[in-house]
């Protein structure tokens, strides 16, 4: 009995932080909720957002969808993001840019009134770093294995920009899938 109220514990734990994750037979799946709490610096918002992904068994490839919704500001790009905690980090992938600074095949970000939702597959080829601009972090174009390596150790993060917040209005944290309490192991 008391292992299953500690299961009880760790779910309502895990679910009420907006962070879901499984592994189901090596691939690794996520459902992140996007707020402006979890923004750096944080930030009063009506925006909210979903992010969910997959990474495939091989780990060449993270199949994603985002959806987003009263956010404040005309959305102009969104990001998978290696940086830890509270703290900012480089653009490793795009989501979606308005700005026209995506890589070629880049998809636009959806500008209807409040909401959008936009999904695809990143691999390799849509990897641009994040060593390249301001935010030099050793990693390579191409590089999705250290991508997946952040994400999986609680290493990276996705927000979206607006033209009201443009260094992010809602961002989460991808959770350390390798920390019993997370529910994964």
């Not at 109220?5 to 037979?25: C, E, K, P, Q, Y």
């Not at 308005?98 to 695809?120: I, Q």
């Not at 990143?122 to 030099?136: C, L, M, Q, R």
Request: charged share 20%; with cysteine.
């Amino acid at each position: 009995m008391r292992k299953l109220t500690f299961l009880v514990a760790v779910a309502v734990v895990v679910v009420g932080s907006g962070i879901v994750f499984t592994n189901d037979g090596g691939s690794t799946s996520y459902r992140l909720r996007l707020n402006g709490l979890d923004e750096v610096p944080v930030l009063s918002t009506t925006g909210r957002g979903t992010f969910r992904a997959t990474i495939n068994r091989e780990e060449t490839a993270i199949r994603w969808r985002l959806t987003y919704a009263d956010l404040e500001g005309t959305v102009t790009q969104a990001h998978i993001h290696i940086g830890p905690p509270n703290n900012t980090g480089g653009i490793s992938i795009f989501l979606c840019s308005n700005a026209g600074n995506g890589p070629v095949g880049t998809p636009a970000c959806p500008v209807p009134p409040l909401e959008g939702s936009v999904e695809g597959t990143s691999t390799a080829d849509d990897v641009i770093g994040p060593n390249t601009g301001a935010i030099p972090q050793g990693y390579e174009p191409g590089e999705i294995d250290a991508v997946i390596a952040a994400i999986k150790d609680g290493k990276a993060y996705v927000n979206v920009h607006s033209m009201k917040w443009p260094g992010g209005e809602i961002r989460q944290q991808f959770p350390n899938d390798s920390d019993d309490h997370h529910g994964h192991r």
